[in-house]
C-alpha cells in the first residue's frame, strides 16, 4: 500500500533507512522537517508499506520559484536521493507515482538525485561526482595515504599551530561559511536553516571550527550516519590560506571520525572541473559519477541552474564584491529556491 509519511511513523521510516545498504542520510525522514521549517517547500515522502513492512521509501519535495522553474525532486538540498526499495514491485509504484505527481503538479520535471544509474531510458546529467573513501583504523595510515603535496599542507597548518575544537553554537561556523561562499558568489543560506538542521539531527550534527590563538580560521558542519561521515557545509575566512586551514580542517575532521569508528570518508559532490573537484582528487580520492536522472514534463531540455552556466557569470562576479553582511541578508532569499 503506497502511504504518505507522518510523524507518527518517522521510527518506521528511520528503520527502513537503517537496514537498506543503498540508503544514505539524505533519505532520514528528518529532512521533511528540514525542507517544511526551513524553506517552506512542500514535500511528499512516499512509502510502500506491507502487511505492516516498509519496503520502499522516496521522498518528494516541490520547488517552485519565478526565478528558477518548478521541480518535483528526491531531493532538494541534498547530494543523493531517489528511491530506495527492498524488491521491484515496490519501486515500480513509487517511480510510478513520482512521475504521476509531477504530472499533476505540472512542473517542468522531475529529478532523482541518484548515486547509480536506476534508469537508463532517462536522461541524466554528466554535471556531478561524489568522492568516497574508506578508512583505515590507523590515523598514521590515513595521513600516508594521502599524496605527498597534499600531506605537506596538513602538516604546514599543523606546524602553523592551528587546533580544532567543536563548537556548540553556530556563530563561528556561520561567519566563516558565509564568508566562503560570498567569495565564491553563491548567495548564503540562512543561519536558520542550519539551526534546524542542529535541531533535528542533533545526534548526529557536529561542528568542527579550525583557530590560531583563539581567533576564527575556518569551520565545518559534519554529519554521522552509519559508519560514516560527511562533511557537508564548510567555509575558511581570509587567514585560511595563509596557513592551510581548510586542509587542516578536513584532515581533523577524518582524524576525529576514525577515533569514533567511523569507516567512510563522504567528501560530497562537485562539479567535474571545478576548484572543488581539483582539491578532492588532491587527497587521493577517486571520483565516482552521481546520476542525476530526469522525467521532463513541461520542460523541453534538462535544467541548467548552475554556477558553471555562462549566463550567470556576470550576478556571480557581483555577488563576490558584496558586503558580507548584505550577502547574509540578500542570500537567503535567493538560496531557498537553489535546491
Known amino acids: 500500500m503506497l502511504k504518505l509519511l507522518d510523524s507518527d511513523n518517522y521510527k518506521k521510516w528511520d528503520a527502513f533507512v537503517e537496514q537498506q545498504a543503498d540508503a544514505t542520510f539524505f533519505h532520514l ?44 525532486c528526491s531531493l532538494s538540498f541534498c547530494v543523493y536521493g531517489g528511491i530506495v526499495a527492498e524488491d521491484e514491485e515496490s519501486y515500480a509504484m513509487l517511480d510510478q507515482e513520482a512521475c504521476r505527481l509531477a504530472e499533476q503538479l505540472n512542473v517542468d520535471y522531475l529529478e532523482m538525485r541518484n548515486r547509480v544509474q536506476k534508469s537508463p531510458d532517462r536522461p541524466y546529467k554528466e554535471l556531478y561526482v561524489t568522492f568516497r573513501k574508506t578508512l583505515d583504523p590507523d590515523p598514521e595510515k590515513n595521513m600516508q595515504a594521502i599524496p605527498r603535496k597534499q600531506r605537506a599542507m596538513i602538516r604546514k597548518g599543523i606546524n602553523a599551530g592551528l587546533v580544532s575544537v567543536i563548537d556548540q553554537d553556530l556563530e563561528r561556523f556561520y561567519q566563516a561559511y558565509s564568508e566562503s561562499v560570498r567569495n565564491l558568489g553563491t548567495p548564503v543560506f540562512a543561519k536558520k536553516y542550519f539551526q534546524i538542521l542542529q535541531d533535528v539531527f542533533k545526534d548526529q550534527c557536529e561542528i568542527l571550527t579550525v583557530e590560531k590563538d583563539g581567533q576564527l580560521i575556518a569551520s565545518v558542519m559534519s554529519f554521522y550516519f552509519k559508519d560514516e561521515i560527511l562533511p557537508y557545509y564548510g567555509g575558511g575566512t581570509d587567514q585560511a590560506r595563509a596557513v592551510q586551514g581548510n586542509d587542516f580542517m578536513y584532515w581533523e575532521v577524518m582524524r576525529r571520525a576514525v577515533d569514533k569508528g567511523v569507516k567512510i570518508f563522504d567528501y ?72
Open 268 to 339: 560530497g559532490r562537485s562539479k567535474i572541473g571545478t576548484g572543488s573537484y581539483r582539491f578532492k582528487k588532491h587527497w587521493g580520492f577517486e571520483p565516482e559519477p552521481l546520476f542525476y536522472e530526469f522525467h521532463l514534463v513541461k520542460a523541453e531540455r534538462l535544467p541548467d541552474i548552475n554556477p558553471l552556466n555562462p549566463k550567470y557569470r556576470l550576478f556571480i562576479a557581483a555577488w563576490k564584491r558584496l558586503p558580507l553582511p548584505i550577502s547574509q541578508i540578500v542570500g537567503p532569499w535567493l538560496s531557498k529556491d537553489l535546491g
Open 29 to 72: 525522514s528528518g529532512w521533511k522537517d528540514v525542507i517544511e521549517r526551513a524553506f517552506g517547500h512542500k514535500t511528499y515522502f512516499y512509502y510502500i508499506e506491507k502487511n505492516g513492512k516498509v519496503t520502499g521509501i522516496l521522498p518528494l519535495s516541490q520547488i517552485k520559484s519565478p526565478l528558477f522553474g518548478h521541480a518535483l
